[in-house]
């Protein structure tokens, strides 16, 4: 496939992706993210692609595959956020298994906590992994402010984790 036929079928294949990111994730940011990156990944396979292929059947998968990234991504975070509280190796087998969901439930409500803007930027920074220079440039926010807002958005999860991992 050309990029100029790519081209005109990307606006029949975006809101393919975009709806399959809004029915996994639930919301438009998430939702945009996983078309954005599935039409970059079609983009430097296009002049490997089949025309005669179903490009939106291609494009849902591909969405799908995205979608199971970016959540296994967000869990990978969470349990190094998780291992490094509890130290040691103290807890073994099922033990193990029940005190790591505990502890997950309690980083979830933590992060619920946080205004939508705060887990909005630790995502982009923590989860994604953008530097304060690309977040600055993606939401309009001066660079200064945006380490210093992810800076207290972090202090302020360490704390909430603290006082629900001691209950």
């Given at each position: ?5 790519f ?9 393919l ?10 919301n ?9 990156e ?5 983009w ?8 005669r292929r ?11 595959n ?14 190094t956020?998780?291992s ?39 995502r ?5 992994g953008?530097t304060?220079?690309?977040?600055a ?8 402010s945006v ?19 001691q209950?």
């Amino acid at each position: 496939m050309s990029p100029k036929e790519f081209e005109n079928i990307v606006p029949a294949l975006r809101p393919l992706m975009v709806k399959v990111g809004r029915d996994f994730f639930g919301n438009d940011a998430d939702a945009d993210d996983v078309a954005q990156e599935g039409l970059i990944r079609l983009w430097r396979y296009c002049e490997r692609l089949d025309t005669r292929r179903n490009m939106e059947a291609l494009a849902v998968k591909v969405a799908k595959n995205i979608c199971v990234e970016i959540y296994r991504r967000r869990n990978t975070m969470t349990v190094t956020l998780q291992s490094g509280m509890e130290g040691d190796e103290t807890y073994a087998g099922a033990d193990a298994d029940i005190e790591a969901g505990e502890t997950q439930q309690k980083i979830d409500e933590a992060m619920e906590r946080l205004s939508p803007r705060e887990r909005e930027l630790l995502r982009k920074r923590h989860i994604e992994g953008h530097t304060a220079e690309e977040i600055a440039t993606e939401t309009g926010i001066p660079k200064p402010s945006v380490k210093s807002m992810i800076s207290m958005a972090r202090k302020k999860l360490i704390k909430e984790l603290q006082n629900k991992l001691q209950t």
